[in-house]
């Protein structure tokens, strides 16, 4: 791939970061870190006990990501604790200069009776950006796990709808050693792959949910239903060992909002518990 003249190209600046994470249960059964450790271009703001569970933010404190950025990140759940993984702002990766793609690894793990939720912002790639995202959900067969990813098109206000170059995405998540889905997505506007975006919305926001253990154990299915309207078309089903997933188009970032709003409260009201106060937009 050539570079335009008008653009730098990578000059060694590309960051390489990491971030380890582990919670437990301190004596009293109260969750805390027992291990972080991390480097740009991420940062942990102060974590929050609320409803049993842990807390805590992600920052990233550079503009975005960029072509030959590469992040690897590995979260550990131990047996009983309860975690709430949020981040207080979209992700952003920007137009590849090199031809580079910014690289993503997230290995998560939840032990027997421990609880994750993961609950990022949206996701928005810039005009011209290449990324990839390998996620690995290693799960205990009595753990509970809600995860949320939201992709948007785009920066649509400047214009910018399905404008990246590249997008793969990828997602494996096991059941006690037993792999029950798995996600490869190679996204790129000038082929076919993004009909199915497309088809409903043409600025199509698209949201993911896997929800396992304790907050699929009563999925409210009728509740899930009554979500579809003229702005949102939403599918679910069950898959192997009681993981339930969601899929939902949203026409913009408001319906995209406004569902995530209401489908978080309502799983976790059907698994007669209280959602943790995130410290940003949810109650």
Not at 85 to 101: C, K
């Amino acid at each position: 791939m050539s570079i335009s003249s008008s653009e730098p190209a990578v000059s060694g600046s590309s960051l390489s970061g990491h971030l380890e994470l582990r919670c437990e249960n301190r004596a009293d059964g109260v969750p805390f870190i027992s291990h972080q450790s991390f480097r740009a271009p991420v940062h942990l703001s102060k974590s929050h006990v609320d409803h049993g569970h842990l807390v805590q933010s992600i920052v990233n404190p550079t503009a975005g990501f960029f072509d030959g950025d590469h992040l690897e990140s590995d979260i550990h759940v131990a047996p009983g604790a309860k975690l709430v993984l949020s981040t207080p702002s979209a992700s952003r990766v920007y137009r590849t200069r090199s031809g580079a793609a910014a690289v993503i690894c997230q290995k998560f793990r939840v032990e027997k009776d421990g609880a994750l939720e993961w609950i990022p912002e949206p996701f928005i790639p810039h005009a011209g950006a290449r990324y990839v995202q390998r996620t690995t959900i290693d799960l205990h067969p009595a753990a509970s796990l809600l995860f949320f990813d939201w992709i948007a098109p785009g920066r649509v206000a400047m214009g910018e709808i399905f404008a990246y170059q590249h997008l793969r995405w990828e997602l494996d998540l096991t059941l006690g050693g037993t792999l029950i889905a798995r996600e490869r997505y190679d996204l790129r506007p000038d082929d076919a792959s993004l009909e199915a975006l497309r088809a409903k919305f043409p600025a199509a926001h698209y949201l993911s949910v896997y929800a396992a253990g304790e907050m699929a154990g009563n999925c409210p299915a009728e509740a899930l239903d009554a979500l579809n309207t003229e702005d949102a078309y939403l599918g679910h089903g069950p898959l192997a060992g009681g993981v339930h997933v969601i899929r939902a188009l949203c026409r913009d970032s408001l319906a995209a909002r406004h569902l995530l709003e209401t489908l978080r409260p309502l799983l976790y009201s059907a698994a007669g518990l209280k959602p943790p106060a995130l410290g940003r937009i949810f109650c």
